[in-house]
């Protein structure tokens, strides 16, 4: 289960569901790169937080 101060999202290039952390401090809407601790592609993430709601992450080539 993902926690409220985590994200999931799914790579583009493997298909394998990634947990991240969220860092508060940067904003309701988020959008960085990172590696793909699995299959090492790059996937740009994208992330929304709402108050009271899950947060929403998903990637795209990187």
């Not at 401090?25 to 988020?30: A, D, I, K, M, T």
Request: aromatic letters at 8%.
């Amino acid at each position: 289960m993902v926690a409220m101060e985590d994200a999931m999202y799914v790579c583009w290039a493997c298909g394998e569901e990634i947990v991240v952390p969220i860092d508060p401090s940067q904003g309701r809407e988020q959008d960085y790169v990172e590696d793909c601790p699995v299959c090492c592609r790059p996937n740009r993430i994208h992330l929304y937080v709402e108050d009271g709601e899950a947060p929403r992450a998903w990637s795209e080539e990187g």
